[in-house]
């Protein structure tokens, strides 16, 4: 009948994903041979027959390959071309096809220009991009960054795209790299690009998700001994609030003269830590002169880089690093929240009450924060407690009332023209 025979031609143009089941996933390699891949894997224990592997860097050939499995049937080899002998067999159509990386592919659009230059990566990217939507297969493209962490390559990439996503890893002091992975969505045609991942490296060298991030960044802390140096702070990275501890070392400076000391970050930028000390010593009197500083946050977590963070963890950096300077703890059931502004005074953030939410599930019974809510109680003298199912919300205007809400003891302070400086802090000698 007419109505089967045109159905028969609608089946016959149909890509084979829409007919058949899921088929496999094609990995293509321009990095490395299959050899070193093949070790990789037996070392990873990965053993899956619906994984492909094809060492290719022809961009045109690999366009060819995909589109063929899905509209027509298998390429054959029964000819002298060495190209068509360089193409692997895909029998059936792939369900994603992963390239890496896309700086060593090359097109014949782009000339004789070398691989990884602007014009073979546009041309090449163009390519995928018209052989994902004509057939309906993602495509992911594993790229290189520069040292200041963009893709490597024309700007126009990151716009032709659906996704663009970052998977960092921490620096540790000592220059090694954390095993905590951070894969962070700075385009995303899908849905948020506030959602953050969190993995985990482990020692068989495979990403395991990290399903509770607070606990792990806490799970070696202390709970219940007041510490000295060690502040814990509730940041917002994308979404996702967690708890991090932050721990700062002051030692007076072995220098001499005008040195002023070392600053030794992990974490935060080195920039954040030098506003947050000079706001100490301008506006309070606490100065870190011929003091090497020393901070960290621990569990490798790199702060500061999603759009939402801005500088929530400005408050404990500032209570760690004065609590190592004067020698008093900080109290261990307390956390910390605010921005740090020029003028001393503690900024509102963003997602507060999420930020509450979590302190008290991670047990914490008081978190400093700064003072929101009703305005006509905002500039009054003093921080202000308010009990939250559980949890104290202590309110402060100021970075001076909220270090003193979290250590054990007041610093000593004395009164002066442009408000309370500290009198004379415990240094160390060692």
């Known amino acids: ?80 071309d060495e190209n068509t002998k360089a193409k692997p067999p895909l029998s059936r159509s792939p369900s994603l096809v992963i390239i890496d990386s896309i700086q060593t592919m090359l097109c014949d659009a782009a000339g004789s220009s070398s691989a990884g230059g602007i014009t073979q990566v546009r041309e090449c990217v163009g390519l995928f991009l018209r052989l994902a939507k004509s057939t309906g297969v993602p495509i992911v493209l594993v790229g290189h960054v520069t040292k200041s962490g963009d893709v490597a390559g024309p700007r126009t990439v990151e716009h032709m795209v659906d996704s663009v996503l970052y998977l960092e890893a921490g620096a540790l002091i000592d220059g090694g790299t954390s095993s905590l992975r951070v894969l962070r969505a700075a385009k995303n045609r899908f849905g948020s690009s506030e959602e953050v991942g969190v993995y985990e490296m482990n020692s068989g060298g495979r990403l395991v998700p990290v399903s509770d991030p607070s606990s792990y960044f806490l799970s070696n802390r202390i709970e219940h001994a007041d510490s000295e140096g060690c502040a814990v702070s509730i940041v917002l990275e994308g979404i996702r609030t967690m708890a991090v501890e932050v721990q700062a070392l002051v030692a007076l400076s072995g220098g001499s003269g005008g040195y002023s000391g070392r600053r030794v970050v992990d974490g935060i930028s080195s920039s954040r830590l030098l506003l947050i000390l000079a706001v ?10 011929r003091q090497d500083v020393y901070l960290n946050v621990v569990g490798g977590m790199q702060l500061g880089k999603g759009s939402k963070s801005g500088g929530g963890s400005d408050l404990a950096v500032a209570i760690a690093a004065v609590s190592s300077l004067v020698g008093i703890p900080c109290r261990a059931d307390t956390c910390f929240v605010g921005e740090v502004g020029l003028l001393g005074e503690i900024r509102p953030v963003h997602s507060l009450e999420k930020r509450i939410s979590e302190a008290k599930r991670m047990g914490f019974s008081r978190i400093v924060t700064p003072t929101f809510g009703d305005k006509n109680n905002r500039y009054r003298y003093g921080p202000r407690e308010v009990s939250k199912g559980g949890i104290t919300q202590i309110m402060c205007d100021n970075v001076l009332e909220a270090v003193n809400c979290g250590l054990v003891k007041k610093l000593p302070t004395k009164s002066t023209i442009s408000g309370p400086k500290l009198k004379q802090p415990k240094r160390s000698t060692a």
């Open 280 to 289: 100490l010593q301008k506006r309070y009197g606490i100065s870190f002169h």
């Open 1 to 80: 009948s007419p109505t089967t025979q045109s159905e028969l031609k609608e089946d016959e143009i149909k890509p084979k994903t829409q007919q058949n089941d899921i088929g496999p996933v094609l990995y293509i390699s321009g990095e490395e041979n299959a050899n070193q891949i093949a070790s990789r894997a037996l070392r990873l224990g990965i053993v899956d027959p619906e994984m492909l592997l094809w060492c290719e860097t022809d961009a045109d050939i690999i366009a060819d390959a995909v589109a063929n499995s899905m509209y027509g049937p298998p390429l054959s080899f029964d000819t002298d």
